[in-house]
C-alpha cells in the first residue's frame, strides 16, 4: 500500500483517542428517494441524527452540503471555492498541526469525498476509517451519544493542488484518448443503461470503463485487499502511464475509485465532479448504452 497512514483501522485509532492533535469527523449523508416529478434525483439528508444516537467519543459532525459544497450551481455536493472550504475546516478545528480521520456509516464514500477534498487543498494528514462506524461497532469500541462538542477554531492554511478536479469539458476532450481512461463508479446496470437513471439519460460517457466502487467494498463495509482492487482496475484497462479521470452520479462513490488508485501508486488521477448529474441532462453531451 502507498500511503498506510491514509488508511486506519478502528483498533488503531481506539489507541490514539485523546491525542489532543487528532480531529475525528462523521462524514455521513443519507440520500433518499425524491417524490415522484421532483427534478431532483433524490434527497439528501445530513447525517446528524444518527450521529447523535451513537459516535466515536469526541467526534465532530460535518455536513457536507452545510458549508462544504458549492452553493452557486445547481448540482449537489460540488467543490466550493478554496477559501469557503479553508474556512469551514477551520470552524470543525481542522489546522496545520492537525491529523484527520474521516469515517461515514454503511458506505465508506462520504469519508473519502472529504479525503479528496483535503487532498485537493494540499492537506495529507488525513486518514480514512476503514469500514467506518460498522467496523467500530463491530469491535465493540466506546461510543457517545449527544450533539457534537466540536474542536477549537483552527487556521486551516490552503495548498491547492492543481487537476485534482475536472469539468465537463476535460472529460469530453479525453473521449477516444488513448492515454486517458475514464473509469464509472456506478452500478453495472447503469453502467449499461439498462435501468432508468435518476440523474437523467440513461447510460455512461462513451468509451469509460466500470469499476463499481460498491465492489470495492466488502460485506464489513472494509475497503478490499490492494490486490483484489488492482485486479479489478487492471481487468478494465486502467493503467499508471494514463490519466484517470472518475465519475458516478453526483462525485461522491467515485472517490472511493481514487481513494484506491491513490493506494495503488497512481499519480494522474481526476474527479469529473458534475458527473452524470450534469452529462446526462445536458443533450449536447454524446451518451453511450449497450
Known amino acids: 500500500m502507498r500511503d498506510r497512514d491514509s488508511l486506519i483501522s478502528a483498533a488503531q485509532l481506539a489507541t490514539s483517542l485523546g491525542d489532543p492533535a487528532l480531529r475525528i469527523y462523521d462524514c455521513t449523508t443519507y440520500l433518499k428517494p425524491a417524490p415522484s416529478g421532483s427534478s431532483d434525483p433524490y434527497i439528501a439528508l445530513p447525517g446528524r441524527a444518527t450521529f447523535e444516537t451513537a459516535h466515536i467519543p469526541g467526534a465532530d459532525f460535518l455536513d ?47 469519508a473519502t469525498r472529504f479525503w479528496w477534498m483535503l487532498r485537493a487543498l494540499g492537506f495529507d494528514n488525513a486518514a480514512v476509517l476503514d469500514g467506518g462506524l460498522d467496523a467500530w461497532k463491530a469491535d465493540n469500541l466506546a461510543l457517545e451519544s449527544g450533539p457534537a462538542k466540536g474542536y477549537p477554531p483552527a487556521m486551516f492554511t490552503a495548498k491547492p493542488r492543481a487537476g485534482l478536479f475536472a469539468d465537463r469539458h476535460t472529460v469530453q476532450a479525453a473521449i477516444g484518448a488513448r492515454d486517458s481512461v475514464t473509469i464509472n463508479a456506478l452500478g453495472p446496470q447503469y453502467h449499461r443503461g439498462l435501468e432508468p437513471s435518476r440523474y437523467g439519460r440513461p447510460g455512461r460517457i462513451p468509451g469509460s470503463v466500470n469499476v463499481p466502487a460498491a465492489t470495492l467494498t466488502d460485506a464489513t463495509k472494509r475497503l478490499v485487499a490492494p490486490a483484489d482492487a488492482d485486479a479489478k482496475f487492471k481487468a478494465q484497462g486502467v493503467t499508471k502511464d494514463k490519466q484517470v479521470i472518475a465519475y458516478c452520479g453526483g462525485g461522491i462513490s467515485a472517490t472511493v475509485d481514487l481513494f484506491l488508485l491513490h493506494q495503488l501508486g497512481y499519480d494522474n488521477l481526476t474527479l469529473y465532479d458534475g458527473s452524470m448529474g450534469e452529462w446526462a441532462r445536458d443533450d449536447t453531451l454524446p451518451i453511450e448504452t449497450d
Not at 82 to 110: C, I, K
Open 64 to 110: 457536507l452540503q452545510g458549508g462544504f459544497s458549492d452553493p452557486a450551481t445547481r448540482l449537489r455536493f460540488m467543490m466550493p471555492p478554496t477559501e469557503q472550504l479553508a474556512a469551514a475546516f477551520g470552524r470543525h478545528g481542522l489546522g496545520d498541526g492537525n491529523r484527520a480521520v474521516l469515517y461515514s456509516v454503511g458506505t465508506p464514500m462520504w
